[in-house]
């Protein structure tokens, strides 16, 4: 198997050593150079390009082609055509056009759009991203496009994307200019994205209307045994998982992805994979394919992979860690600390560039994760609380706070001062220093956003990111273009943004009580829940950053602010319709069945022996009718609760009801229930229980 890696590896992807080997020459530089600049195709050379690509896809098995898409419901989408184009009345023939290649009509109207669909047309168009290669998955020869509507407004999330990796790119490089670096053409962002899920029996998983309908657990008491022994944590990967991760990682190899490391998660039965990163927009694509290939290779095994933030209550829940870092098309890492002072300098600009965006922009990232799925990790005392703050390292946070009061540098360890430029010190990063609690850490040479849930398209946080830094770019070729004295300006500016933004670095324990009152005292925002967060995508300095930078315009952004809200209200109606069900036909007449069982016994038992005590029984009996009138009372109040959010025509309104009303009913069915399922006999309870999903695999 080792021997045919280099093999199998990307052998399903139209990559580039495929363009050269199948393409005329003019034809394959004229798409390269495409790819690389960003400009459009030539339609001259388009029917060439189609052609070789069916016929390589042919070859690999395929006889349908799909314009492949990141519609804004957060998965991709695709819509299958076959090659067979009919020859006479009896025979077919396959083909594929440039104009298929190039532009596909899809009827948008199905798609959320917010507002879009209303102001333009439900028409929209996918149009083929030469930027990211091509593949052949499930006899399909999948195609990369981004999708707009007629009217050319963005209706998917890599089109934004796009848009903010140039944004950075452009001011990036202005800022790069100063530093004498006149041979980098291009920035990029490079991101690698750690993904967490979990792994559960299809047998028992189809028993479970929940899992089924919402992807977590509405019900279900704690098993005897959780995570508490740290066992499961990088611990020996069982037989049945291993074997699903071979399949998926060949299968993940052969799409051209790099999976690189897989291990056993915090949680029973929960799992890793992190890839190694690549350019941001091809690591989003990896990243949809990564949780696509997760799902159908488990059931393959007879499993079922849940991408949920959290499938099962008292045990951590899935999220995913976005490295991200920039680097130049010459192949430097702008967040590798340099040797010398001046390369020192620029570093620090660069990373106080990136303190004050997370600063000025703390709503945006925290909207940029934000879904009813996640609001059950954030702030819940597993994952990193809600507020956005910042760690750097005991080090690098000593320099600032040197360079901010204006004392000297004395070094963690000796031997490291250089004092060439006055206020900027010589220094060795510190790559041991971590603090998981940190929602955005600072990691030797990228950042590590952990805030994100593990269902969700990586597009949105690196939208922002992109986009916030180049707004301190920005600022910031300004401050230096009007410079008189670049290094004294350099310095200034350095200065002065740490000391402008200090309050969203911090170190300590982000889980603790106290620092949320400290973050309070800061100035920090907490944005405890989703709806509480999406209110503020439209802030007018958010259009306007957005805007400056040709990201997304007002309406991509009311439009998006409306389907965030729409796709919350939607999560948690269908959550709160599948307890109703669950509890009126499945749980409570269990129950019920007990209890008659229960009753039955007591009778039988005094008809023989009159004087006999049936202590079991008559304890439980009462507790259990209790309970149950207790469930019954919650159920009718879950239903009031979600008839009124349903009836609710402003989507604002609506997302806040489910958050404040329906939420707190599924909470207090919830305990009920799963009181009733401590006392209730296993056989007569109708779910498999926490126990028999976490450790049965
Ligand atoms: P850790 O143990 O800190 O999580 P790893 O070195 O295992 O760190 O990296 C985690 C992820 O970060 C991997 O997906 C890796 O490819 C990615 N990564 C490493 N360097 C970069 C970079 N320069 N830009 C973006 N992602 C990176
Ligand atoms: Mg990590």
Redesign the pocket.
């Known amino acids: 198997m080792n021997k045919k890696v280099p093999e199998l590896f990307g052998c399903m992807v139209f990559n580039d050593d495929v363009m050269r080997e199948r393409l005329p020459k003019d034809v394959y530089q004229s798409l390269t150079k495409t790819m690389a600049t960003g400009k459009p195709i030539d339609p001259s050379i388009a029917d060439v390009v189609a052609n070789a690509m069916k016929d390589w896809a042919i070859e690999k098995g395929a006889t349908h082609y799909t314009h492949w898409f990141q519609p804004l419901t957060g998965v991709t989408a695709e819509k299958h055509d076959s090659f067979i184009s009919p020859v006479g009345n009896c025979k077919v023939v396959m083909e594929f056009s440039g104009k298929e290649l190039i532009k596909g009509e899809s009827d948008a109207s199905s798609f959320p759009s917010g507002g879009l669909r209303a102001t333009f047309e439900a028409r929209g168009y996918t149009m083929w991203d030469p930027a990211s290669y091509a593949f052949v998955k499930d006899g399909s020869l999948y195609i990369p496009t981004a999708f707009c509507s007629y009217t050319g407004e963005a209706l998917d999330t890599k089109t934004p994307l796009l848009r903010s990796m140039d944004a950075i790119s452009t001011q990036g490089l202005r800022l790069l200019r100063f530093f004498g670096d006149t041979a980098s053409k291009r920035l990029t962002t ?5 993904q967490e899920y979990f792994i559960v029996d299809k047998k028992l998983y189809d028993r479970r209307k929940d899992l089924r309908f919402t992807g977590r657990t509405l019900f279900g008491t704690a098993a005897p045994k959780g995570q508490e022994m740290e066992d499961h944590y990088f611990g020996p990967i069982k037989t049945r998982i291993a074997e699903f991760m071979k399949d998926l990682d060949e299968e993940l190899w052969r799409l051209g992805i790099n999976a ?2 897989k291990h056993n998660e915090a949680a029973p039965a929960q799992h890793e994979l ?4 690549a350019t941001t927009n091809m690591a989003v694509d990896q990243n949809l394919l990564i949780m696509e290939c997760m799902k159908k290779t488990a059931e393959k095994h007879g499993l079922v992979c849940l991408l949920h933030e959290k499938p099962y209550a008292r045990v951590n829940g899935s999220g995913k ?1 976005n ?3 920039i ?1 130049t098309d010459t192949g430097k ?1 702008l ?1 590798d600390a340099g040797k010398t002072p001046a390369e020192n300098a620029k570093f620090l600009l660069i990373l106080a560039a990136i303190v004050k965006a997370v600063d000025d922009y703390q709503d945006l990232l925290r909207i940029s994760v934000a879904s009813a799925g996640n609001d059950h990790r954030l702030g819940a005392g597993e994952a990193p609380p809600a507020i956005i703050s910042i760690f750097l390292g005991e080090e690098l946070e000593e320099i600032i706070h040197s360079i901010v009061d204006g004392t000297a540098y004395r070094g963690v360890r000796a031997g490291m001062l250089d004092l060439g430029v006055p206020t900027i010190p010589t220094f060795r990063k510190d790559t041991t220093d971590r603090n998981r609690t940190s929602p955005f850490a600072f ?1 030797g ?2 950042f ?1 956003f952990r805030m994100l849930g593990a269902s969700q398209n990586i597009a949105m946080p690196n939208i922002v990111l992109n986009t916030a830094v180049a707004e301190s770019f920005r600022q910031f070729a300004n401050v230096l273009e009007d410079a008189e004295d670049f290094d004294e300006a350099v310095a200034t500016l350095i200065k002065d943004t740490f000391a402008a933004h200090m309050r969203i670095i911090f170190d300590g324990n982000g889980y603790s009580d106290e620092w949320k009152k400290e973050a309070e005292k800061r100035g920090l925002l907490n944005l405890r829940t989703a709806p509480e967060a999406f209110r503020h995508f439209h802030d007018e300095k958010n259009v306007k950053l957005f805007e400056r930078h040709g990201v997304m315009s007002r309406v991509e952004i009311e439009s998006r602010e409306e389907i965030l809200f729409e796709n919350y209200a939607k999560t948690v109606n269908i959550e709160a319709l599948t307890m109703i069900e669950m509890t009126r036909r499945d749980i409570l007449p269990a129950v019920v069945a007990y209890h008659t069982e229960l009753a039955s016994s007591v009778a039988a038992k005094l008809a023989i022996l009159p004087n006999q005590k049936c202590g079991f029984e008559e304890d439980l009996l009462p507790t259990l009718c209790s309970l149950t009138n207790g469930a019954s009372t919650a159920l009718k109040s879950l239903q009031k609760a979600e008839a009124k959010a349903a009836a609710e025509q402003d989507f604002v309104k609506k997302a806040d009801l489910y958050c404040n009303e329906v939420l707190p009913a599924m909470r207090a069915l919830r305990l009920v229930v799963d009181e009733l399922e401590t006392m209730t006999a296993s056989r007569f309870w109708p779910l498999p229980d926490y126990g028999d999903m976490m450790f049965s695999i």
């Open positions: 490079t991101v690698g994205a750690e690189k490391t992190a890839p190694i990163y860690h490295n991200w870092s680097s890492n967040l990691t040479n990228k590590e």
